[in-house]
């Protein structure tokens, strides 16, 4: 079976990922907390914290879990924010559950699996990230609410569909 390189490659009804994790935002005014990847799915690559759930474990207690592990600090105030569906031509399928915290207990501290960064939200460093995260990150930290599909040759994006909603205010 050849790989897939298109989004209309793929049976969309019937995918199932291999994993499912988590990226939580952590913001402070106009900062957001990111890290470098020491290990894993993308590593030297900049992101957010997060992680593959464990068994049993629901999405938001896995991105809590995740950011106190990776750089040492208790997120609150979160939002879900979308979900982004990744297949890699090597067969390999992710999906990932994004959430935003409005604030956080503790001081980021480097653990052996990440270096925790702050950057100002119109500085992100994209050039240091997975391609997708230039589409859809804005759109998450201005409030919105994503949904992706993504297709990956390695680092390289080779198709995408993303659609968004905006958040009702309180």
Known sequence: MRAPSRLTDIDWEAWRPHDTATLLFVLDGDRVLL???KRGLGAGKINAPGGRLEPDETPL???????????????????????????FVDGYRLQAHVFVAGGY?????ETDEAVPLWFARSELPFSE??????????????????????????????????TSATVAPP
């Not at 950011?67 to 879900?80: N, R």
């Open 35 to 37: 890290i470098r990847k």
């Open 61 to 87: 207690a896995a991105a809590v879990r995740e950011v106190e592990e990776e750089v040492c600090v208790t997120p609150f105030e979160i939002e879900a924010r979308g979900t982004l569906r990744f297949e």
């Open 105 to 109: 207990r503790g001081e980021p501290t």
């Open 129 to 162: 990230m997975w391609a997708d995260d230039a589409l859809w990150l804005p759109r998450v930290l201005g409030g919105e609410i994503v949904s992706g599909r993504f297709i990956f040759d390695g680092d390289a994006m080779l198709d995408h569909e993303l």
